[in-house]
């Protein structure tokens, strides 16, 4: 095997470990501050952008995580739907 072999197998397994705590870190929700009270942002979206939870029928409205922007639910934590915007 050639050096670069090596390296490629060292660089596949350290995707791999950073993939896993990716999806670590995805299977929970930010406890962020600002998650607890998202309504009074003055990010209100206009109407036509409006949606509601599909599980709770709570408002929908626009965050920004760690991986980028996503609708989260207002009963958050009681209800932990989120969509990708
Ligand atoms: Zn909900």
Same mark, same amino acid.
């Given at each position: 095997m050639t050096w670069i072999g090596i390296l490629l197998i060292f660089a596949g397994a350290l995707m791999i470990a950073q993939d896993q705590q990716r999806k670590r870190l995805e299977q929970q929700p930010a406890r962020r501050p600002v998650d607890q009270r %998202?309504?009074?942002?003055?990010?209100?979206? %206009?109407l036509d952008e409006r949606t509601l939870c599909p599980r709770c029928e709570s408002l929908l409205v626009p965050r920004t995580g760690p991986y980028g922007e996503f609708w989260g639910c207002t009963s958050y934590p009681d209800c932990r739907y989120t969509r990708n915007r």
């Open positions: %998202p309504v009074n942002r003055g990010e209100v979206p %206009p």
